[in-house]
């Protein structure tokens, strides 16, 4: 089931959220040293969250026996800025802050646009997007919802009809701006962490000025921050396997499989034909149609 939405500068807004999104956009005052984790939802936000937090903090823990990681879901770590601004929540004393969102680019306040402070985008294949999507909605659906079956939830998809979407626009919107901006938007992939996790910490400690040094390497700290935000590490801590992050939404629910292509098990072959041209229609006809989006949007 999905939850009711608004279209909010042109993006589809959870009810929930809205009020918190437009605090965000209107009021939020960044600083320089700020971080932001943004996503399409089930990109891959959770994972992000947690390799961000444990490359920022390692200073305060070194010692990965009592890491916060293990006892918190990441999502209380660095939590959605939309919520906090709803809710009146506790903001972080301690520099640099780290928050998440899933609002579109064009909708984040002029304050992240205008000053120096990093963005860091996971983009994942719109094919596992939308499994992971359909089974994650089915799972925290009100009981007033009745569930929607998975022909009529890719519909909707489809039309761009979930929450935060479109998701073309989303990722296109992000993806303009890492090119524009390089050292303010980093655009990574699912896909890429997947294939080579070591290699993206680095180098998003790179990114957002917090390098690992000659001895850290030495020392494995980049492998162990892997390992320790790993699906597999993550998915069977007890804090991940139990509790709630809200009051419908289970800290389980944010681990389910944590692989690629996941996809083939789910769509029949006309939703792959139709999935496709949608994405030939939407990234292939654009100015990106020679960048690397299209390569990898389709290198499915
Ligand atoms: P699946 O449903 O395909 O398994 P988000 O965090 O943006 O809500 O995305 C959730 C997706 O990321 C889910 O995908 C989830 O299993 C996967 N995921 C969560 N933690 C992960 C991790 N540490 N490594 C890889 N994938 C992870």
Known sequence: AFHSMYLFQEFWCPSTLIEGVKIFHKQFQAKESDIFVASFPKSGTTWLKAITFAIVNRQSFSSID????????????IPFIEIMCRDDADWPSTEPRVFGTHTPLPSLPNSIMECN??????????????????IFFDNIKQESLTPLKIEEAFEMYCNGIIEFGPWWSHMVGYWKESLAKPDKVLFLKYEDLKDDANFQVKRIAEFLGFPFTQEEENNQVIESISKLCSF????????????LLFPSVENKSFFRKG????????????????????MEEKFGESEMTTGRIKQYLFAI
Not at 117 to 134: E, L, M
């Open 259 to 278: 692989e690629s292509r996941d996809w083939v098990n789910y769509f029949s072959p006309s939703m792959t034909e139709k999935l496709s041209q949608i």
């Open 232 to 243: 597999e590490e993550m998915k069977n801590l007890e804090v991940n396997k139990s509790g």
């Open 66 to 77: 009592n890491h916060p990681l293990l006892t918190s879901n990441p999502h209380q770590l």
């Open 117 to 134: 402070c990093k963005i860091i985008y996971i983009c994942r294949n719109p094919f596992d997007i939308f499994v992971s999507a359909w």
